[in-house]
Nanobody, 126 residues
Framework: QVQLQASGGGLVQAGDSLRLSCTASGRTGNIYTMAWFRQAPGRERELVAAIKWLNDNTHIDESVKGRFTISRDNSKNMVYLQMGSLKPEDTAGYYC???????????????????WGQGTQVTVSS
């Protein structure tokens, strides 16, 4: 089993930057994909970014492309979401997720990911 812990959220102003971190522990050897999702009140949980654990291939959602980047540190079992030029519409709970299935594409549905962290809140004021 795998445990995920997200951290780094907070209250920032529009235009600011913020870095979220996710630490994986437990039986992490078979993790193939790690991802960041976000969910605002009344909205469906949506994929923000994802990364393949072994080859560093990444996906960034069009809504945040050019502002957000995802990266990993295999030796520390950590994945990061670097967020820049933050907008009020980015306000949401951010969740890290992981899965063991060796897909050739990036799954967009939250149900495709087996392991989930508790989430960290990001609030962007105008």
């Amino acid at each position: 089993q795998v445990q995920l812990q997200a951290s780094g959220g907070g209250l920032v102003q529009a235009g600011d930057s913020l870095r979220l971190s996710c630490t994986a522990s437990g039986r992490t050897g078979n993790i193939y994909t790690m991802a960041w999702f976000r969910q605002a009140p009344g909205r469906e949980r949506e994929l923000v970014a994802a990364i393949k654990w072994l080859n560093d291939n990444t996906h960034i959602d069009e809504s945040v492309k050019g502002r957000f980047t995802i990266s990993r540190d295999n030796s520390k079992n950590m994945v990061y979401l670097q967020m820049g030029s933050l907008k009020p519409e980015d306000t949401a709970g951010y969740y890290c997720a992981a899965d063991r299935v060796r897909r050739m594409y990036f799954a967009r549905m939250s149900s495709s990911y087996e392991y989930w962290g508790q989430g960290t809140q990001v609030t962007v004021s105008s």
